[in-house]
Structure formats: C-alpha cells, structure tokens
C-alpha cells in the first residue's frame, strides 16, 4: 500500500529515468478527485489511445470526450518517446476491474484470468496511454517502447514495486484488448531488467 507520489515528485522520477517530458496546461491539478479519493495507489496500467497524431492524442487524454471527461491518464507516451503529462489524481483510465487481479498486483504475484469488473481502478494505478491506433498493425517504434519501459520502472522504483506491479488495461477488465501489437510479460521482463 502506498499513498501517490507529488506531482512534483512523480516528473523528478520520470526525468531522473532519462524521460523526455512535455508538461501540458495545469497537469498538475487537472484530475476527477471530486469523483473519489485517488490512493491507495498498488500499480502501473498501460493502454493503447486507438488515435493517431500526438498532438490530438494528448488533446484527447487531456480533454476526454462526451461520456468521459479527462484526464484520461496521467501520461501519454507518444510514438517519439516523448511523455506529455495531462493529469495528476485520479483519472478516467482504468475503470472497474477484477480484485483478485488488484490483490495479485499488491502481492506482486503472476495475475489471474480477469473475469469480473468490481473493483475502481481509477483510485489505485497511475496510468500511462500510450499513442496508438490498438489494430495490431500500427507499429510500436523502438523509442516508444523504451518509454513505457523508463515511465513504469521510474514508478515502480519510487515505490519499491516490482515489475508484477505494471499491468495492461486488458489485464484488468475484461473485453479490454489494450495494449495490442507487444507482450505485457516480455515488457515486464524488460522493466525487470530496468529494475536491477
């Protein structure tokens, strides 16, 4: 159990991990914490965007769209490498999940088949979006994949997690899919590695 880092804590850690980091309006306060408390917060939770462009994706995560406000994450990862923060709180990212997935994530442990949806993600990970169309053709350039590597290690280092503490959306909730076009398991073998 951990309480979230300061927003000023959590861009020191993404920049002491050798992050290119894009700070977006007032990210600093833009968040739903009048929807309900962010923390305790057990993990990382990668998406995909299905957009394309990075300048509309983070308008996008940012502003969110009719039937979900933003932010819509904390951080997208654009296909450059480059992390645009948008929010800091809670955020509409992860939604209602599975809580034996939560309790594999807190035990740091292999994660269960996701088969229901009754648990407020939103309140316990921080989310990364990460720009991509989600068909599983649009490609994940190399320095794209290094980020998502960094920005998950650069969390888990702050909070003493391993890397059984990041996750994919579509280990999460059930009908999810994201992200698509790489592994969870080979990118928590290289955040691993990040972590040693």
Same mark, same amino acid.
């Given at each position: 159990?951990?309480?979230?880092?300061?927003?000023?804590?959590? =861009?020191?850690?993404?920049?002491?991990?050798? *992050?290119?980091?894009?700070?977006?309006?007032?990210?600093?306060?833009?968040?739903?914490? $009048?929807?309900?408390?962010?923390?305790?917060?057990?993990?990382?939770?990668? $998406?995909?965007?299905?957009?394309?462009?990075?300048?509309?994706?983070?308008?996008?995560?940012?502003?969110?769209?009719?039937?979900?406000?933003?932010?819509?994450?904390?951080?997208?990862?654009?296909?450059?490498?480059?992390? $645009?923060?948008?929010?800091?709180?809670?955020?509409?990212?992860? !939604?209602?999940?599975?809580? #034996?997935?939560?309790?594999?994530?807190?035990?740091?442990?292999? =994660?269960?088949? #996701?088969?229901?949806?009754?648990? #407020?993600?939103?309140?316990?990970?921080?989310?990364?979006?990460?720009?991509?169309?989600?068909?599983?053709?649009?490609?994940?350039?190399?320095?794209?994949?290094? /980020?998502?590597?960094?920005?998950?290690? /650069?969390?888990?280092?702050?909070? !003493?997690?391993?890397?059984?503490?990041?996750?994919?959306? @579509?280990?999460?909730?059930?009908?999810?899919?994201?992200?698509?076009?790489?592994?969870?398991?080979?990118?928590?073998?290289? *955040?691993?590695?990040? @972590? /040693?």
């Amino acid at each position: 159990m951990a309480s979230p880092m300061s927003a000023s804590r959590f =861009l020191d850690v993404l920049r002491d991990e050798g *992050i290119n980091v894009v700070q977006v309006g007032d990210w600093r306060t833009h968040n739903r914490n $009048h929807k309900g408390p962010w923390g305790p917060v057990h993990g990382v939770m990668i $998406h995909h965007t299905v957009t394309s462009g990075t300048s509309k994706t983070v308008r996008i995560c940012r502003d969110g769209y009719p039937g979900l406000p933003g932010p819509l994450c904390h951080g997208v990862i654009a296909k450059s490498g480059s992390i $645009h923060l948008v929010g800091y709180g809670r955020a509409n990212h992860a !939604g209602p999940g599975d809580d #034996d997935v939560l309790r594999a994530v807190i035990a740091e442990r292999a =994660l269960p088949r #996701d088969n229901e949806s009754n648990t #407020d993600g939103n309140r316990h990970f921080y989310g990364f979006e990460c720009e991509n169309l989600g068909d599983g053709k649009d490609p994940w350039p190399e320095a794209q994949l290094e /980020a998502i590597e960094r920005a998950a290690a /650069a969390v888990c280092r702050h909070h !003493g997690w391993n890397s059984r503490s990041v996750i994919g959306h @579509l280990e999460w909730q059930p009908g999810k899919i994201d992200p698509r076009g790489f592994s969870m398991n080979t990118m928590r073998a290289r *955040i691993q590695d990040r @972590l /040693a």
